[in-house]
């Protein structure tokens, strides 16, 4: 009974953490896209694989655009 109830336990800690985990990171500010574009370098495109915006070029290249 005692090992069920530590399983049990252990699974519900190990789901809490496996869901916090994504909305922590996602919670990170990046660029928007105002900033990436600033320089006249930097431009904003969409990547289907991923569904994210990023910044292609300029001081920016190669991050996850958060806001417009």
């Given amino acids: 009974m005692r090992r069920r ?8 800690v190990l789901a809490v953490l496996g869901t916090a985990v994504p909305v922590a990171s996602a ?3 990046t660029v928007t896209g105002a900033e ?11 990547d289907s694989g991923t569904g994210l915006y990023t ?5 920016y290249d190669g991050e996850p655009i958060t806001t417009s």
Avoid: M, R, S
């Fill in 5 to 12: 109830i530590l399983g049990f336990t252990a699974a519900l």
């Fill in 55 to 59: 910044c292609i070029g300029g001081a």
């Fill in 27 to 29: 919670a990170v500010p």
């Fill in 36 to 46: 990436c574009t600033a320089d006249q370098v930097g431009k904003v495109e969409y």
